[in-house]
C-alpha cells in the first residue's frame, strides 16, 4: 500500500520570500504524484501532477514540483508567495493502473506574513 | 460542465439521526470517489465506484455507512445511527483516469 509524509506541519513565510513543501512517499514503484490546495473550508484543487517523464513538472498559480525517485520525493516549490497562497497544501500518491485512489499526506497549512 | 457538487455544504445532526449526502460528478466522468477528512488531517479513502459497481470499501466505512451510484450517475452517502466520530468533511471525487477532480465537500457536525 501507497503512504505520503508531509514533514512539515506548518510553515510560515514572507510575502515575495520563497517557498518549498516537502512530500516523502512510499510506493513499490513509480506512483502518480499529487499535489492539492485547500483554502478553509472548501474542496481540493488539483495545483499539479506527476505521471511520467520530465521530472519537473509546472503547475497552476506559479507553482512547481520535482520529482526524485531516489530520494522518494516530490517537493512544491513556488519562487516568490503571494498573500493569497496561504491555505493548507496536501501531497498525494495514486497506484498508477488500477484504482487510481489517492492516499493523502496529513498536509502543510502556510502562513504568510506581510 | 460546472465541475463535481456536493450537496450540502454543511449538514448539523444529532446523535443517532440518520443522515444521507448527494454527489454528482463531472457527466462523461466513470469513477466516483467518496474521502473523508477530520479536522486537521488530509483525507481518508472510504469508496469508490466504476460506473455505478461499487468495488472496493475502505475498512473505515463501517456498516452503519453505506454508498450507492445509481445508473452510473449521481452517489449518495447515508449514515445511519451517526455518532460525534463522524463529525468531518465528506469529500467526493470523480475522474475518467488518474486525475482526480474534487467537490466542494459537506462539512458534518453531530451534536
Known amino acids: 500500500a501507497q503512504s505520503v509524509t508531509q514533514p512539515d506541519i506548518h510553515i510560515t513565510v514572507s510575502e515575495g520570500a520563497s517557498l518549498e513543501l516537502r512530500c516523502n512517499y512510499s510506493?513499490?514503484?513509480?506512483?502518480?504524484l499529487f499535489w492539492y490546495v485547500q483554502s478553509p473550508g472548501q474542496g481540493l484543487q488539483l495545483l499539479l501532477k506527476?505521471?511520467?517523464?520530465?521530472?519537473l513538472v509546472q503547475g497552476i498559480k506559479g507553482f512547481e514540483a520535482e520529482f526524485k525517485r531516489s530520494q522518494s520525493s516530490f517537493n512544491l516549490r513556488k519562487p516568490s508567495v503571494h498573500w493569497s497562497d496561504a491555505a493548507e497544501y496536501f501531497c498525494a500518491v495514486g497506484a498508477p493502473g488500477y484504482d487510481y485512489k489517492l492516499s493523502f499526506g496529513a498536509g502543510t497549512t502556510v502562513t504568510v506574513r506581510a | 460542465d460546472t465541475g463535481v457538487s456536493q450537496d450540502p455544504r454543511h449538514k448539523i445532526t444529532k446523535r443517532g439521526q440518520n443522515v444521507t449526502f448527494r454527489c454528482d460528478p463531472i457527466s462523461e466522468h466513470n469513477r466516483l470517489y467518496w474521502y473523508r477528512q477530520t479536522l486537521g488531517q488530509g483525507p481518508e479513502f472510504l469508496t469508490y465506484?466504476?460506473?455505478?459497481?461499487?468495488?472496493?470499501k475502505s475498512r473505515l466505512l463501517s456498516d452503519r455507512f453505506s454508498a450507492e451510484r445509481p445508473k452510473g450517475s449521481f452517489s449518495t452517502l447515508e449514515i445511519q445511527r451517526t455518532e460525534q466520530g463522524d463529525s468531518a468533511m465528506y469529500l467526493c471525487a470523480s475522474s475518467s483516469g488518474a486525475e482526480a477532480f474534487f467537490g466542494q465537500g459537506t462539512r458534518l457536525t453531530v451534536v
Open positions: 510506493y513499490g514503484a513509480t506512483p502518480y
Open positions: 506527476y505521471f511520467s517523464g520530465d521530472t
Open positions: 465506484f466504476q460506473n455505478e459497481a461499487q468495488l472496493e
